[in-house]
């Protein structure tokens, strides 16, 4: 698959990504590469990963635990630790090999650790292939509170082998799918409709429909990287769905909910109250919560919930000045973002989707 190109770097692909990854390495001579995992790409991607390296630098092996829990300030103090004990200075190179909270919280240490050194970004879930590794989004949670401290700052290249993916659980390829499903939402019709053929998670043509939705969140990224108009859109289904996924975050005896799985509910949500305030059309709405009900299991959110959850919305990164702001649908592939949506709205859109069993 030909690279994609970036107004910051390049998104290569399998062979030519390997290949890519070797011609930098000989050209920056890094003093140490770090090779940043956790248990799981340990196990099933570092080797496959190091037989594509061709160097006698010396490499170190650095792992935190997977899992959204772990993408904290104190797990980066733990990298920034051993990083510091191993002898990294500011030619190290750190190659993020893992999911989206391993190449959030890889890229953030990269770019914070002695003000900055050059990272590269592998990303081995769907998640991270179609969306955390790609647009320079870096951080890390704050408590339950997703994302609240973090930088943009672009990784040297990222490469995409779908390969990893091989090894995935069917319920993180679903996390990953919701974020492919938000980009057709937002940028694409035709891009949705390929969706509608798919039974489940039986995806034919999965690298040219990942490589479409790169190219999608590419376009976006790169017309707006600091996120002040476009970009929005990219939250489209998130201000709902980061809510619910804090909540249940902070609540593991209900129930717990992948990022993909939440901002599923997200959308729906957000399709909803699109039918309410941007003349979403009732067809593309219940188009839009069947596909994604007949991908994602139901799960109840009791009425008990939603006060805590709307709650949860003042610490959206889109506020400002007070204000909550929603992206919302005016049809399939066009979007408004900075909309305003009363409680009362939010709270029968949550009713709806308890009662869409
Ligand atoms: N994941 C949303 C963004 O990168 O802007």
Redesign the pocket.
């Known amino acids: 698959m030909t690279s994609i190109e970036t107004k910051t770097n390049k998104i290569h692909f399998s062979v030519s990504g390997y290949k890519s990854i070797n011609n930098y390495i000989t050209e920056s001579n890094p003093s140490i590469i770090f090779i940043l995992v956790d248990e799981n790409t340990h196990n099933y991607c570092l080797s496959p990963f190091m037989a594509t390296l061709e160097t006698d630098k010396q490499i170190e092996v650095v792992e935190i635990e997977s899992g959204e829990v772990n993408k904290t300030i104190d797990t980066c103090v733990g990298v920034w630790n051993a990083l510091s004990e191993l002898g990294a200075d500011r030619k190290s190179l750190i190659i993020n090999l893992g999911g989206g909270v391993l190449t959030d919280l890889g890229g953030f240490v990269a770019s914070t650790f002695k003000r900055g050194i050059p990272f590269i970004n592998i990303p081995t879930t769907l998640l991270s292939m179609v969306?955390?590794s790609i647009?320079g989004?870096t951080g890390v949670d704050l408590g339950t509170l997703k994302n609240q401290i973090g930088v943009i700052n672009t990784p040297q290249m990222v490469i995409i082998d779908t390969a990893y993916l091989s090894t995935l659980p069917q319920n993180e390829m679903r996390s990953g799918l919701a974020e492919m499903l938000k980009h057709g939402l937002i940028q694409d019709r035709d891009y949705w409709n390929k969706f509608k053929e798919l039974s489940r998670l039986d995806l034919n043509n999965l690298d040219a429909l990942i490589y479409d939705s790169i190219l999608i969140?590419k376009h976006v990224?790169d017309i707006d990287p600091n996120?002040n108009g476009l970009?929005k859109t990219?939250?489209y289904g998130h201000t709902l769905g980061h809510a619910i996924e804090s909540y249940f975050l902070s609540h593991p005896e209900k129930n717990s909910l992948l990022h993909g799985e939440a901002i599923a509910i997200g959308m729906i949500l957000a399709s909803y109250i699109s039918t309410k305030l941007t003349n979403l059309s009732e067809a593309d709405f219940n188009e839009i919560k069947d596909l994604i009900l007949d991908v994602y299991d139901h799960v109840v959110i009791e009425p008990e919930d939603f006060e805590p959850i709307i709650d949860l919305l003042k610490y959206d990164k889109k506020n400002a000045h007070g204000n909550i702001y929603f992206v919302l649908l005016e049809d399939i592939g066009k979007t408004k973002i900075d909309c305003t949506v009363s409680n009362d709205l939010i709270i029968e859109a949550l009713n709806m989707y308890n009662l869409s069993l």
Do not use: F, M, T
């Open positions: 969306d955390a647009g989004k969140k990224v996120e970009r990219l939250n």
